[in-house]
């Protein structure tokens, strides 16, 4: 089973397309489904299936430290990342390092490991720098498109093992029992940036 970890809607500030939009592109790209990640905004109230895909409730939470993903979690989202890994675990929810070593000042780098959280995202559809140095490093973690328009979707996704619950996806992110790819292409990274600009000059 395959499932995009980490995807952006509208419901982001930076984001344009609707969450059924997405799901949309993840069958045609030959995922099971998607997880909404929205930036500091907990889009979905929980996961759910949605038209036989996986919709899967998560945020993409900013820190003091980096951007961190979390899952099946409803409370506040604190700026700290450590304090966040912690408030997490303790609803029995899933955290993620989201593109730990980037060059932006919004990847943990030094302290993707040192949160302690459930594992780092080892591809990341826009971040090739993190990836490269997951491999050179052999790191092991899930994948996410990062996705911040629909043709981005299924750039990186996590293939899982056994999985078909919603509740087998947690268990499995808990046990390590999943791969990351990595698929991306390249022309919808930069389709999504040039809408980017389009946006910020007031073009669209």
Same mark, same amino acid.
């Given at each position: 089973?395959?499932?995009?970890?980490?995807?952006?809607? %509208?419901?982001?500030?930076? &984001?344009?397309?609707?969450? +059924?939009?997405?799901?949309?592109?993840?069958?045609? *790209?030959?995922? =099971? !489904?998607?997880?909404?990640?929205?930036?500091?905004?907990?889009?979905?109230?929980?996961?759910?299936?949605?038209?036989?895909?996986?919709?899967?409730?998560?945020?993409?939470?900013?820190?003091?430290?980096?951007?961190?993903? %979390?899952?099946?979690?409803? &409370?506040?989202?604190?700026? +700290?990342?450590?304090?966040?890994?912690?408030?997490? *675990?303790?609803? =029995? !929810?899933?955290?993620?390092?989201?593109?730990?070593?980037?060059?932006?000042?919004?990847?943990?780098?030094?302290?993707?490991?040192?949160?302690?959280?459930?594992?780092?995202?080892?591809?990341?559809?826009?971040?090739?720098?993190?990836?490269?140095?997951?491999?050179?490093?052999?790191?092991?973690?899930?994948?996410?498109?990062?996705?911040?328009?629909?043709?981005?979707?299924?750039?990186?996704?996590?293939?899982?093992?056994?999985?078909?619950?919603?509740?087998?996806?947690?268990?499995?992110?808990?046990?390590?029992?999943?791969?990351?790819?990595?698929?991306?292409?390249?022309?919808?990274?930069?389709?999504?940036?040039?809408?980017?600009?389009?946006?910020?000059?007031?073009?669209?």
């Amino acid at each position: 089973m395959k499932i995009d970890l980490h995807a952006h809607s %509208a419901n982001s500030p930076d &984001g344009f397309d609707t969450i +059924d939009s997405l799901l949309a592109s993840a069958r045609k *790209r030959g995922l =099971n !489904g998607i997880a909404a990640t929205d930036h500091n905004k907990i889009t979905l109230a929980h996961s759910e299936m949605r038209k036989g895909m996986f919709l899967l409730q998560g945020v993409e939470a900013s820190t003091k430290q980096g951007h961190m993903l %979390a899952y099946n979690y409803s &409370g506040k989202l604190h700026t +700290d990342a450590f304090e966040l890994v912690e408030k997490v *675990r303790a609803e =029995n !929810g899933i955290t993620v390092v989201a593109h730990p070593f980037g060059i932006r000042k919004d990847c943990l780098r030094s302290n993707a490991f040192n949160v302690k959280a459930d594992c780092i995202e080892r591809f990341n559809g826009r971040s090739f720098v993190s990836n490269l140095t997951c491999v050179l490093n052999r790191f092991a973690g899930v994948g996410g498109s990062d996705a911040h328009i629909k043709e981005e979707v299924g750039n990186a996704y996590t293939e899982f093992e056994d999985c078909e619950k919603i509740e087998d996806v947690w268990e499995c992110l808990r046990k390590g029992k999943f791969s990351a790819k990595w698929e991306t292409r390249v022309g919808t990274v930069a389709l999504a940036k040039w809408k980017k600009i389009k946006k910020a000059i007031g073009i669209i």
